[in-house]
């Protein structure tokens, strides 16, 4: 079992980032004011008497059924990732002489679904901090990432030979995509996607005004410079324009990994499907700044994001004499 349940868990977690990615951008992150519960039980309050004892014990906080539901079914299916996980790390410790990765490598990964519930209920408890919910994002990538890499390793053999300084350039791309997506998650938890809605240029300018230490300061509330005032447009602009610098890093990063695996005919496929992905993924963001954040672009944004992730993994784990 350990092979279906790997490639399910991977189908779990995708859908785990974009159902987190709808909740957070639909502004439903605050949807339940506890956790792991919803104002007090199990599931959204539906009875009278139950909406009644919900508002008495969070008098400042009303119950809105939609954002609650959508809450708590990203709860419940990253709940349902957890067992998945916990059932993978047991299969593999199980059958540890047959299986192709470390049963360590899943035991780890249940650390990490703990570490990612933790963050969930900081992110409700600390009122969507910003550094909270960047690591809440890079956390679920991270565990996309790594079941991703268990299933791919499990299920195809690997096919690609490359020089070692070409897999390096591959292995380095995850590092790539993996700071893009903790840039991505910023911007987001600061609402700073629209600082800037010309494109390319921010303002009207290619180096428009910025203010980085307000931009990048981690320990601050959401909207409050470091000071506790209001964060102003400059730093907002700062945070945006390094992610779009970021992105022009990740393209030209990908585009050298698929041409390097365009010289391998067991490689194709995959490089074919990595510039597919990647060009939909530089499109959608381009989309989002011309067309104003619509709900369905920002969380294909975050899908693409993912589905980028995937592919790379997938390449990685069919390099042939690969050190992991």
Known sequence: ?????????????????????????SDAGLGCPDWPGCYGALSVPQSESAIQSAQHAYPDRPLEHAKAWKEMAH????????????????????????IRTSWQLSAALVVLIVLQALLGMWTVTLLLKP?????????????????????????????????????????????????????????????????????????????????MHDAFHLTRALGESRDGGQLHLDALTAI???????ALVVLAWGMVSIKILLQRKTAR????????????????????????????????????????????????ARLINTSY
Request: aromatic share 10%; proline share 4%.
């Open 1 to 25: 079992m350990f092979k279906p349940l790997s490639v399910l868990a991977v189908i779990l977690a995708f859908c785990v980032v974009v159902l987190g990615s709808y909740v957070r951008l």
């Open 75 to 98: 709860r419940y299916l990253a709940g349902s990732l957890g067992l998945v996980v916990v059932g993978l790390a047991w299969l593999a410790y199980k059958h540890r002489q047959t």
């Open 131 to 211: 550094v909270i919910v960047t690591l809440h994002l890079l956390g679920g990538m991270s565990t996309l990432a790594v079941l991703c890499w268990i299933a791919v390793r499990n299920t195809v053999q690997p096919s690609i030979a490359l020089p070692a300084p070409q897999q390096w350039w591959l292995r380095l791309a995850l590092l790539v995509w993996l700071l893009q997506v903790m840039l991505g998650g910023w911007t987001s938890s600061n609402y700073a996607a629209l600082a800037c809605t010309d494109f390319p240029t921010c303002h009207g300018l290619w180096w428009p005004g910025m203010d």
């Open 240 to 246: 945006q324009w390094v992610h779009r610098l970021g």
């Open 269 to 316: 496929s995959l490089a074919w499907t990595l510039l597919f992905v990647l060009l939909l993924q530089i499109s959608v963001g381009i989309g989002n700044l011309l067309l104003q954040l619509p709900l369905v672009l920002a969380v294909l944004h975050n899908a693409g994001a993912a589905l980028l992730g995937i592919c790379l993994v997938a390449v990685n």
